[in-house]
């Protein structure tokens, strides 16, 4: 089983991560903020990648770190469970409708990150979460798992179904890249023979 775990304390937030890439979708996510815990536990469930995360973090101040934070920590557990990323399909994508709302994302888990973010939101908060900080998180994530990810909203009114169509999204595109080919199970999926590293 492809499965990893993460512990990452700071002066700001202490957070505990295991993944399991080959799992079912089964979650136990607490991080202090509910919108966050909502997206992660829809990222296991679409991805199909048991996750557990246990986070504390300076709430008092904002919810910035443990927002950050804890995409940092998923997407070293996602990395450190890739290994050498042999077998892997590589490239993910996926369309995700909600209601009134279309997210197209696309993603290569090429161990090389970057972050292309074209969502914009009719609100500066969400709740008690500032809007802003979903792209603190997906920019947490792409950099620490190593993917380059593509994140664009097409349309959508309501500020919580663009955001649950991103995660959602994601967790599609994810799904397709970590799968492992069974044509190619011990190739790492690069004429390089490895992923990472310059063009």
Known sequence: ?????????????????????????????????????????????????????????????????????????????????????????????????????LTRVALDASNRPYLVWNVEFQRPKLGDMDTELFKEWFQAFAQAAGITLHVENLYGDNNHHIVESCFKGLARSLRQAIEIDPRRADEVPSTKGVLGGSL
């Open 1 to 101: 089983m492809r499965s990893a775990s993460v512990e990452r304390a700071t002066k700001e937030t202490s957070i505990a991560v295991t993944v399991n890439l080959d799992g079912t979708g089964a979650y136990a996510v607490a991080t202090g903020v509910g919108f966050l815990d909502h997206m992660l536990e829809q990222l296991s469930r679409h991805s199909l990648i048991d996750l557990t995360v246990k986070a504390e973090g300076d709430l008092h101040i904002d919810f910035h770190h443990t927002t950050e934070d804890t995409g940092i920590a998923v997407g070293e557990a996602v990395n450190k469970a890739l290994g050498e990323r042999k077998g892997i399909r590589r490239f993910g994508s996926a369309l995700s409708p909600m209601d009134e709302t």
